[in-house]
T-cell receptor
Framework: SQQGEEDPQALSIQEGENATMNCSYKTSINNLQWYRQNSGRGLVHLILIRSNEREKHSGRLRVTLDTSKKSSSLLITASRAADTASYFCATDGASGAGSYQLTFGKGTKLSVIP | DTEVTQTPKHLVMGMTNKKSLKCEQHMGHRAMYWYKQKAKKPPELMFVYSYEKLSINESVPSRFSPECPNSSLLNLHLHALQPEDSALYLC?????????????FGSGTRLTVV
């Protein structure tokens, strides 16, 4: 079952602008991850933030996590045309089988216009 | 080697055919996953293998049959599929199923059932 809900569903910005995507989830999590997908191909892992962390940076990416609001945001700074892709948040939470499983949100389709 | 390799990249099969999707990783990961992704939708978990044992089966129809011959290989055997099974099938791996690490995804097999 789906856990995360991304907002907005689609985002179009000019090259050089910042892009912010939000994700909300429903149950407790071990960590939250962001993935990128180009044109319906494989997903690329961007960044993982653990439930006890509040903010994490990786290059032009900044992720925040607010476990009290069950929400996360992904900020891409100084966007480039090559950042055009779909971005998914995914929560890694306990399954009933005693292990953790990754559940994806609906995704945000980002278009960066040159 | 930091990749998950999926073959074939594209597959067209009839509803009476039997085919198999293959997935391979040499990162020493002990958890492997099959996801199904329909167009413009997020990936949905199908199966989880942990230490070569099936640990999660998300109520997938029996026409999909997973197999994990060893810690590096994961197969998905297909038989008597329906046109609605047409989708992108993604394989992923992670160090374990304890939820501490990100997942590595393959590029997927785009399956068309005719």
């Amino acid at each position: 079952s789906q856990q995360g809900e991304e907002d907005p569903q689609a985002l179009s910005i000019q090259e050089g602008e910042n892009a912010t995507m939000n994700c909300s989830y429903k149950t407790s999590i071990n960590n939250l991850q962001w993935y990128r997908q180009n044109s319906g191909r494989g997903l690329v892992h961007l960044i993982l933030i653990r439930s006890n962390e509040r903010e994490k940076h990786s290059g032009r990416l900044r992720v925040t996590l607010d476990t009290s609001k069950k929400s996360s945001s992904l900020l891409i700074t100084a966007s480039r045309a090559a950042d055009t892709a779909s971005y998914f948040c995914a929560t890694d939470g306990a399954s009933g089988a005693g292990s953790y499983q990754l559940t994806f949100g609906k995704g945000t389709k980002l278009s960066v216009i040159p | 080697d930091t990749e998950v390799t999926q073959t074939p990249k594209h597959l067209v099969m009839g509803m009476t055919n039997k085919k198999s999707l293959k997935c391979e990783q040499h990162m020493g990961h002990r958890a492997m996953y099959w996801y199904k992704q329909k167009a413009k939708k997020p990936p949905e978990l199908m199966f989880v293998y942990s230490y070569e044992k099936l640990s999660i089966n998300e109520s997938v129809p029996s026409r999909f049959s997973p197999e994990c011959p060893n810690s590096s290989l994961l197969n998905l055997h297909l038989h008597a599929l329906q046109p609605e099974d047409s989708a992108l099938y993604l394989c992923a791996s992670s160090q374990d199923t304890l939820g501490a690490y990100g997942y590595t995804f393959g590029s997927g097999t785009r399956l068309t059932v005719v």
